[in-house]
């Protein structure tokens, strides 16, 4: 569902690279999941990384030395079935897991105000994959890991982004992205953008009636029975950022992904420096949001451990306290910025959208 290549705007990357399989789910549970990422066209659902730069038929006269822009879009979720709804200037843009990357009617409607109002970038669709079933596919079940070693060497490939860009993720290209700026400092990230992105990982399912609700129990418990074992953490993306704080030694121990972003096993100083080299780290939180559990979540706070009741603030977790990625360093240095927005996960109007987040990207 990525836009079709064509000239500088929109040319996928793909072709010509060496083709990049998800694993084959290891269990029929997984495998019947397959069959849930498509939607009722029998179209892949996925999300895609988008790369802006500076367009490279124009002169620097015309367009400055601004910096690039890299976005990785929004992921899909196999138990919801949303659309999404955006248009004039005024209305509301509900960019719903599920989506791809260009969209019209949501993830291209954001390139679209994008380009419009910063005039002279280039926006190249990447998609992980040799096609777009596998991009869809990869999406679910391959390993983060993978995915994120991918996406920096088309960073480093491009040439068009080598003085640095801006980096903008929705919902969980939020914490992939971060995953690039703490992994690969070159070429530089500038500023981070995260719209509804969990970085303390997530305890629920969207639209999970609630706390009381003993089919949310059930679903967390079902997971939960499987989600640290090797193959559920090497095959399905969900997994790689679920933090259960019942168990949050076997979290730190088996999490392939968001425990080691966030440190938990030790000490990467060079994670820690590449953060902190950030202008700016911008965590957007929908303060209606009803997909992600808990909410906290996206300003990189979490459930007390424990228990899955009372949440803290990020400046009082360990994670902060101890200063293991260098956040309180940088909040105290004003590189932190909260941002809340009224509405549920990724609700926003474009005129929020160019008042509050375009200036971070000029």
């Not at 994008?114 to 079940?141: A, C, H, R, T, W």
């Not at 939020?174 to 997530?202: D, E, K, T, W």
């Not at 080299?277 to 949001?289: Q, S």
């Not at 009372?310 to 932190?336: F, I, N």
């Amino acid at each position: 569902m990525l836009r079709p290549g064509g000239g500088a705007r929109g040319a996928i990357l793909s072709e010509g690279r060496a083709e990049l399989r998800g694993a084959r789910p290891p269990c029929p549970a997984l495998r019947e999941l397959r069959g849930r990422c498509r939607n009722r066209d029998g179209l892949p659902r996925n999300y895609g990384v988008i790369e802006v730069g500076r367009d490279p038929s124009r002169s620097s006269s015309d367009t400055g030395t601004r910096p690039g822009m890299c976005c990785w879009f929004v992921a899909p979720n196999y138990l919801a079935d949303e659309k999404s709804n955006c248009s004039g200037s005024n209305n509301s843009c509900h960019y719903a897991k599920g989506d791809s990357c260009c969209n019209p009617m949501s993830m291209g409607y954001v390139q679209k105000m994008v380009e419009k109002k910063i005039p002279g970038i280039y926006v190249l669709s990447l998609k992980i994959g040799s096609n777009l079933i596998q991009d869809m596919e990869n999406s679910f079940f391959m390993n983060v890991n993978d995915q994120v070693r991918e996406v920096c060497s088309q960073l480093a490939a491009d040439p068009h982004l080598k003085g640095g860009y801006n980096a903008m993720g929705f919902s969980q290209g939020g914490q992939f992205l971060r995953a690039v700026a703490q992994r690969c400092p070159s070429p530089p990230m500038l500023n981070l953008i995260s719209i509804g992105g969990q970085h303390q990982g997530v305890y629920g399912f969207p639209r999970c009636p609630g706390e009381s609700s003993h089919i949310c129990d059930w679903i967390r418990k079902t997971l939960d029975l499987g989600a640290y074992t090797q193959a559920v953490q090497e095959h399905l993306v969900q997994a790689e950022y679920w933090h259960d704080p019942l168990k949050e030694e076997d979290y730190r121990k088996n999490s392939i992904f968001l425990a080691d972003i966030n440190q938990e096993r030790g000490i990467n100083e060079t994670y820690k420096k590449n953060l902190m080299a950030l202008k700016k780290f911008v965590m957007v939180k929908f303060l209606n949001d009803t997909m992600v559990d808990p909410p906290a979540s996206e300003w990189f706070g979490f459930y007390r451990s424990g228990q899955a009741k009372e949440t803290v603030p990020l400046q009082e977790t360990s994670l902060y306290k101890e200063d293991r990625l260098g956040l309180q360093e940088m909040d105290k240095a004003g590189k932190l910025v909260f941002l809340g927005v009224k509405g549920d996960h990724l609700h926003f109007s474009e005129e929020w959208f160019d008042t509050t987040i375009l200036p971070f990207l000029q």
